[in-house]
C-alpha cells in the first residue's frame, strides 16, 4: 500500500524548497463595483487583473504578477474574475482575458490586453513615477 507522507516530510526527504502561499493568491479580489470604485481611488497607482478561471494565458501570468506584488510593493494589485464580476468587466470595458487595468486617483489611466508580462511591467514603471 502506499504510505501517506505530508509536504513537509517530502520537503525534509527529497530537499525541496516549496513555497507556502504565492503572491498571487494574497492578491485582493474585488467582487462588486461598489468597491472596485473605491479602491481605485487611493493615490497610489492600482493594476487590477481582470481574469477568468478557465483561461489558459491568464493562468500564466499568475507568476508575473507575483513577481511583480514583491517587486512594487507601492502598487496596489487586484484582480477581478469576469465571470463572477461581469458589472465591474462591463464598467471598464473588458472583453479579452487577460486584461489589465491601471488606475490611480479615481481615474482609469489606460489597459493592457493579453498575455505580455515586459508590457505589464512597463506600464506599472511609467505610471507609477
Avoid at 520537503?11 to 507556502?20: A, N
Avoid at 493594476?47 to 511583480?68: Q, R
Wanted: glycine share 6%; charged share 25%; net charge positive.
Amino acid at each position: 500500500m502506499f504510505a501517506r507522507v505530508s509536504f513537509r516530510n517530502l520537503q525534509k526527504v527529497s530537499g525541496l524548497k516549496l513555497r507556502s502561499q504565492s503572491s498571487y493568491s494574497k492578491i485582493t479580489k474585488i467582487a462588486n463595483l461598489k468597491d472596485f470604485e473605491s479602491l481605485i481611488k487611493n493615490p497610489s497607482l492600482s493594476v487590477i487583473d481582470f481574469y477568468a478561471t478557465w483561461c489558459g494565458p491568464c493562468k500564466a501570468m499568475a507568476p508575473h504578477l507575483s513577481k511583480l506584488v514583491e517587486e512594487y510593493p507601492k502598487v496596489d494589485f487586484y484582480k477581478v474574475d469576469v465571470d463572477e464580476s461581469s458589472d465591474i468587466a462591463k464598467n471598464c470595458e473588458v472583453t479579452a482575458m487577460p486584461t489589465f487595468v491601471f488606475a490611480k486617483g479615481g481615474k482609469l489611466l489606460g489597459k493592457l490586453v493579453g498575455a505580455n508580462p515586459s508590457g505589464l511591467e512597463k506600464g506599472i514603471k511609467d505610471l507609477s513615477g
